[in-house]
C-alpha cells in the first residue's frame, strides 16, 4: 500500500459529461501529481500541485482542470468527455523530490 | 525537455532466466533515474532508482546500471520468478524542484514458469 488514495476506483458515465477525481496523498506529501495511462501514450504528465498551488503544467486539456485543497487532498475535473478521455488516471504524491512519486491504484474511467 | 525511449516493449522469459530493459534519455542536465514496476490492477510502485553520481546500484535480484556519456541506463532483474511479471518504466528527470519525471512507454516482461 503506497499511502495514497484514490477515489473512485471505476467510473462509467457518457459522452459530454463531468467528473471528478478525488485524491489524497500520502501523510506529510505536500506535492501532488495527476497522469493519465492509455495503451497507447504511456504515462502522461497532466498536472502538479505543491502545497495548494499550481506548479507544473503538462499536456492537460483545456477541459481538464484540477485543484488542491487545504488539507492537501486534490480533485481533478474532467468535463465535456469524449470517448478518447477513457483511461486511467493516477494520482501520485511526494514530499519534495519529484523523482520519487508513490502511486494511487488509479480511477479506471470509461466515457460511452 | 526531456525524451524517454525504453526497449523492449514487451520481453519474455522462462523462469529463473535473467532479463535486461534498457532507457535512453536526452537531457544532459537529467540527474536521477527511477524504475517503476506495475502490477495488474495497482499503481506504478519504485523498485530502484539511481544518481547520475554512481555507475550501478544492486538490490538483491534487481540493479540498475547508468552511462552518462552515452545517456542510457538498464534495469536487469537476475534469477526471475513468475511474480515479477509486469510491467517496467524507467524515468528520468532532474531532482527536485519543480522537475517532472519523463517517463518511458514501459515493458511489459512475462515470466514463463
Known amino acids: 500500500d503506497s499511502g495514497v488514495t484514490q477515489t473512485p476506483k471505476h467510473l462509467i458515465t457518457a459522452t459530454g459529461q463531468r467528473v471528478t477525481l478525488r485524491c489524497s496523498p500520502r501523510?506529510?506529501?505536500?506535492?501532488v501529481y495527476w497522469y493519465q495511462q492509455s495503451l497507447d501514450q504511456g504515462l502522461q504528465f497532466l498536472i502538479q500541485?505543491?502545497?495548494?498551488?499550481?506548479?507544473a503544467k503538462g499536456n492537460i486539456l483545456e477541459r481538464f482542470s484540477a485543484q488542491q485543497f487545504p488539507d492537501l487532498h486534490s480533485e481533478l475535473n474532467l468535463s465535456s468527455l469524449e470517448l478518447g478521455d477513457s483511461a486511467l488516471y493516477f494520482c501520485?504524491?511526494?514530499?519534495?523530490?519529484?523523482?520519487?512519486?508513490?502511486f494511487g491504484s488509479g480511477t479506471q474511467l470509461s466515457v460511452l | 525537455g526531456e525524451n524517454v525511449e525504453q526497449h523492449p516493449s514487451t520481453l519474455s522469459v522462462q523462469e529463473g532466466d535473467s532479463a535486461v530493459i534498457k532507457c535512453t534519455y536526452s537531457?544532459?542536465?537529467?540527474?536521477?533515474f527511477p524504475w517503476y514496476k506495475q502490477e495488474l490492477g495497482k499503481g506504478p510502485q519504485l523498485i530502484i532508482d539511481?544518481?547520475?553520481?554512481?555507475g550501478e546500484k544492486k538490490d538483491q535480484r534487481i540493479a540498475v546500471t547508468l552511462n552518462k556519456t552515452a545517456k542510457h541506463f538498464s534495469l536487469h532483474i537476475t534469477e526471475t520468478q513468475p511474480e515479477d511479471s509486469a510491467v517496467y518504466f524507467c524515468?528520468?528527470?532532474?531532482?527536485?524542484?519543480?522537475?517532472?519525471?519523463?517517463f518511458g512507454r514501459g515493458t511489459s516482461l512475462i515470466v514463463h514458469p
Open positions: 501520485a504524491s511526494s514530499v519534495e523530490d519529484a523523482g520519487k512519486l508513490f
Open positions: 501523510s506529510g506529501d505536500l506535492s
Open positions: 500541485y505543491y502545497n495548494g498551488e499550481e506548479r
Open positions: 537531457d544532459s542536465a537529467s540527474n536521477y
Open positions: 539511481i544518481r547520475s553520481n554512481v
Open positions: 524515468a528520468a528527470t532532474r531532482s527536485g524542484g519543480s522537475y517532472i519525471p519523463t
